[in-house]
C-alpha cells in the first residue's frame, strides 16, 4: 500500500507564486509517472502536468510556461512549482502516482487533494 500525503496549498492573489509537494510513502517497489490533477467546483478533473521517471515533463496548455513540474526520486517527492497564479487556477489540487509492483502490474494512487485559491 502506497499513501500519497499533499502540501503548499493556500490563498494567494494572482500573479503570486505556490509549490506544491506530494510525498509518497508505504511499501514501495518502484514509481513511474508523478502527475497533478486538478478540479473546481462543478467542473470534472482535469489534467495539470506530469513527469515520467526518467524526467520527461507534460503541461496542459493552461499551465505551460507558468508551471514547472519536478520529482526528488530518492525521496519519492513530486513537486508543482506554481507562478503567475490566476484566478482560474482556483481549484483543489491532487497528486497521482503510478506505482510499479514487482510483478509488473502498475496501480494509480491518488492524494487528498490540497485546496489552492487565487484572488484578484
Known amino acids: 500500500q502506497v499513501q500519497l500525503v499533499e502540501s503548499g496549498g493556500g490563498l494567494v492573489q494572482a500573479g503570486e507564486s505556490l509549490r506544491l509537494s506530494c510525498a509518497a510513502s508505504?511499501?514501495?517497489?518502484?514509481?513511474?509517472?508523478m502527475g497533478w490533477y486538478r478540479q473546481a467546483p462543478g467542473n470534472q478533473r482535469e489534467f495539470v502536468a506530469s513527469?515520467?521517471?526518467?524526467?520527461?515533463?507534460n503541461y496542459a496548455v493552461s499551465v505551460k510556461g507558468r508551471f514547472t513540474i519536478s520529482r526528488d526520486n530518492a525521496k519519492n517527492t513530486v513537486y508543482l512549482q506554481m507562478d503567475s497564479l490566476k484566478p482560474e487556477d482556483t481549484a483543489v489540487y491532487y497528486c497521482?502516482?503510478?506505482?510499479?509492483?514487482?510483478?509488473?502490474?502498475?496501480?494509480?494512487?491518488w492524494g487528498q487533494g490540497t485546496q489552492v485559491t487565487v484572488s484578484s
Open positions: 497521482n502516482v503510478v506505482h510499479r509492483y514487482a510483478s509488473g502490474s502498475r496501480y494509480n494512487y
Open positions: 513527469i515520467s521517471s526518467g524526467g520527461s515533463t
Open positions: 508505504g511499501t514501495i517497489f518502484g514509481i513511474d509517472a
